[in-house]
């Protein structure tokens, strides 16, 4: 993401960018950029004069009503993302595969021969065509219906730890989802929350933020709330110190700010659009209207059309060559000798087309996947798209950073030792109604006893 941050900052100069004031007044004011709702550096100006032009006020925050009326008017707090596909367009992409094709056609051609001959009034003559539509059916629903419910499930589950955040409204602190944080709201920081936008800082006491996320940089950077002007021959800081950035991490201090940016015009809102830009800034499509999932296709979606393409060519050119040599030899319909051969042979090579390719492999393939799903459903594992039940068995390596990804870069208490006594400390994050201490061994509650007492009034004091 800082690699993309700085590429966009040499696409675009105007992001991100910092000069010197022109006022007399020791900084620039300038009006809106594209939307007028949107303040040009708020890092060079004044807390006063940010407060002035959202209409808000930095002692009581918003208006219930008027952060609603803003809300309304900017949208959610949030980045853009791609439509949920419906339960029909999962099961219609299902039907896209090369082998499912192959099936259809076969189904077709199937039908097609037993109805233009001569047991064309026999029922149980289609049974081949009717059964191949079958299996392709229950195959599409099984692996669109699975699909369909993982993805309800993820979304639930991402509404139920709907990040929040403490702002002003009404001169009260009052907790808020950050999806409804909106520009000119007041928003209260501490140590563990995770900035909900970009803002600019009215208050900082010691706050560092992480901006790792957005710049790649390891260091917790040091956060000011005072206006901090380029001197000459200063090289430009890729953050300004009076800002903080939506998606990075207090991880310590206090303090206020005005938000700026909201959604998708927050920096990390800008990296989004130029990844999304560099594919067209749309999702491609195949038929015209189907999200093209080739790029994401999985080692055994890739094999299996890779199957199904060379089991047609084989078909297709074993079929050929049967229909040649029986024109040939100049074969003819036993139950009706005037027919002319090259009709019989036709019906001939779509039987056996029908019959080379093999209508079980998509059935067998999902019931197998919806067998591992469930069974990493019991183990608390939540697969959205069924084929990658099969990508996670084809992993032999998985590279990954630690902090960030298999921890929260967070350091946790879990042990103390004080006055003789061993004591286990439990809890969560920086939760404080989680948790507690007891005496090693015996699970006694010791938050009570003067040696935790004194230990943990001696480390808040140093």
Known sequence: LGSA??????????????????????????????????????????????????????????????????????????????????LLMLFIMQLTGFVIILLLCAAVASIVVNGTGPKKDDILSYTTGKAIFIIVLINAGIA???????????????????????????????????????????????????????????????????????????DDVAKTSKLKFKKPGEPEKLTPENMVFSGCSVTNGKGRGIVCETGMSTRIGRIAQLIAGEDGGKQKKKCGCLPDTSASATPLQQNLEKLGGRIGMIAIVVCIVIFIIGVAMNRTDPSNPGSPAWLYMILIAVTLAVAAIPEGIPLCVTISLSIGCSDMVTKNVLVRKLAAVETLGSASVICSDKTGTLTEGKMTLVNMWSGGVAYDVEGKGFDPTVGGIAREGTGKDASSDMGVRSALLAALLC
Not at 33 to 46: F, G, K
Not at 61 to 75: I, P
């Open 5 to 86: 941050w700085q590429t966009s900052r040499l696409r675009h100069p105007s992001i991100g960018s910092r000069t010197a004031p022109t006022s007399s007044q020791g900084r620039r004011v300038e009006g809106a950029m594209a939307n007028p709702h949107s303040c040009t550096d708020p890092d060079l100006q004044e807390p006063e004069e940010l407060e002035k032009f959202y209409g808000t006020s930095i002692e009581r925050g918003f208006t219930s009503s008027k952060a609603e009326e803003v809300l309304k008017r900017d949208g959610p707090n949030e980045l853009e993302k791609p439509p949920k596909p419906t």
């Open 144 to 218: 669109a219906w699975t699909e369909h419910k993982a993805g309800d499930a993820l979304e639930a589950l991402s509404q139920m730890t709907q990040a929040s955040i403490y702002v002003l409204r009404d001169g009260h602190e009052v907790k808020v989802d950050v999806p409804n944080v909106v520009r000119g709201d007041v928003v209260i920081l501490g140590t563990g929350d995770v900035v909900p936008a970009d803002m600019r800082l009215i208050e900082a006491d010691d706050v560092k933020v992480s901006e790792m996320a957005l710049t790649g940089e390891p």
